[in-house]
């Protein structure tokens, strides 16, 4: 079982940043896939980012939208999960969930085992 709780969401101007936390209990992350996404309203839930341990250290994968200026990393000590967001837009505005798979690297929501309540990020213009 993984309890995921994030948090660092809240209201910013277009061009700002925020960093996002989601930190985890249970299991430790080391082991699994984790991912952010996000989902707006009346829209799909989408995937930002994920990272997981290949090899000898961590690879990252991010959706087209968010590429070069989302950055996800890992604490291990901390078992949390970072989203740094920066150069925010009006259309990053949704509610932002930490998700992790228990094996395997995945960008699809329905693959993932446990998610967390979600905080919410909203981008003013």
């Known amino acids: 079982q993984v309890q995921l709780v994030e948090s660092g969401g809240g209201l910013v101007q277009a061009g700002a940043s925020l960093r996002l936390s989601c930190a985890a209990s249970g299991r430790t992350l080391s082991n699994l896939n984790t991912g952010w996404f996000r989902q707006a309203p009346g829209q799909e839930r989408e995937f930002v980012a994920a990272?997981?341990?290949?090899?000898?250290?961590?690879?990252?994968y991010y959706a087209d939208s968010v590429k070069g200026r989302f950055t996800i990393s890992r604490d291990n000590a901390k078992n949390t999960v970072y989203l740094q967001m920066n150069s925010l837009k009006p259309e990053d505005t949704a509610v932002y969930y930490c998700?992790?798979?228990?094996?395997?690297?995945?960008?699809?929501?329905?693959?993932?085992?446990?998610w967390g309540q979600g905080t919410q990020v909203t981008v003013s213009s």
């Open positions: 998700a992790v798979r228990i094996r395997g690297l995945t960008t699809k929501p329905g693959e993932y085992d446990y």
């Open positions: 990272i997981v341990w290949i090899g000898s250290g961590s690879t990252t």
